[in-house]
């Protein structure tokens, strides 16, 4: 591969997203420029801009409307438990300031504007987070802030610098996360449980029974299934074995599994507050007095 071709490869890879203007600073001139993108070394995603051959699809098209990745697009490419109620739709960050770029087409992306001039090819998990908070509301932001903290991508400092950048109103969901919640599932749980006053006590360790994820009151046990159906047979039963043997150590156990948390919530919730309300998660008092 000629020379030219290998520096301009290797400057838009280190850049991410590369301009024109990069190219020209670098001394490559635009004839070798077009050369590179004629030979597929690098891509050119719209007017005067340009991505690396093996750039992802949602990079090009952040690209190509002149931002980068941002939102839950960005948090998804992290690894982390989102919210799965996206379209699928891409959400793009520009710059608030600077020309106003033209949008690509008629698409489904999602455009946020910041005030910073976003660098490489995606913002920053705190800037993504920020900004999916404002997007898709608290729970989202929730458990993916939970998701980013047991995956330890975040440090205290970074968690600490996105509870000031976020609205006073939300700091307590930043208070409220835990570094060692296991599941999307038990995060979002435990958040709409705090939501009706209800707290648990998390990942509780029980003799004989093992590590449950949530104790309600003094006997109430709540599992999060986040398996899948084909998971199979034999989980089950190791499931049915734990719940009699908690049964014997004089404890209940509700579960509840994905489907039921993220599209059948009323139910989860009256399954809950039925057992409460008749003080099924306490310890039973014979004559007002405990046994
Ligand atoms: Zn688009
Ligand atoms: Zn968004």
Do not use: Y
Request: aromatic share 4%; proline share 3%.
């Amino acid at each position: 591969m000629p020379v030219d071709l290998v520096r301009i490869q290797r400057l838009c890879s280190a850049l991410k997203i590369a301009r024109t203007s990069d190219f020209a600073r670098a001394g490559v001139s635009r004839h070798a420029l077009a050369v590179a993108v004629r030979e597929g070394s690098v891509l050119r995603v719209r007017e005067g801009v340009f991505v690396p051959a093996d750039a992802l699809p949602e990079v090009r098209t952040a690209a190509a409307h002149g931002g980068v990745l941002g939102c839950i697009s960005r948090l998804r490419l992290a690894g982390l438990w989102v919210l799965d109620d996206d379209d699928g739709s891409v959400h793009v960050v520009l710059p608030r300031h600077g020309h106003r770029r033209r949008s690509h087409m008629d698409c489904t992306c999602v455009v946020h504007w910041v005030a910073a001039d976003p660098r490489g090819d995606r913002t920053t998990l705190v800037e993504a987070l920020r900004c999916l908070l404002a997007c898709r509301g608290e729970e989202s932001f929730f458990v993916a802030l939970e998701s980013a903290m047991r995956k330890r991508i975040v440090t205290e400092t970074v968690v600490a610098r996105l509870r000031d950048s976020i609205p006073s109103k939300w700091r307590w969901l930043v208070d409220f996360a835990r570094w060692d919640a296991d599941s999307g599932l038990e995060s979002l749980l435990r958040l709409r449980l705090r939501t009706l006053g209800i707290t648990l006590a998390s990942q509780v360790e029980i003799p004989g029974v093992g590590r449950v994820d949530f104790i309600l009151g003094d006997r109430l046990i709540l599992e999060v299934d986040g398996r899948l159906n084909h998971e199979g047979v034999s989980m089950r039963h190791k499931d049915r074995v734990r719940d009699a043997v908690a049964a014997a150590h004089g404890l209940d156990t509700l579960r509840f599994d994905h489907a039921m948390i993220v599209h059948e919530w009323p139910l989860v919730e009256a399954a809950i507050l039925a057992r409460i309300d008749r003080g099924l998660h306490l310890e039973r008092r014979v004559g007002g007095r405990a046994r």
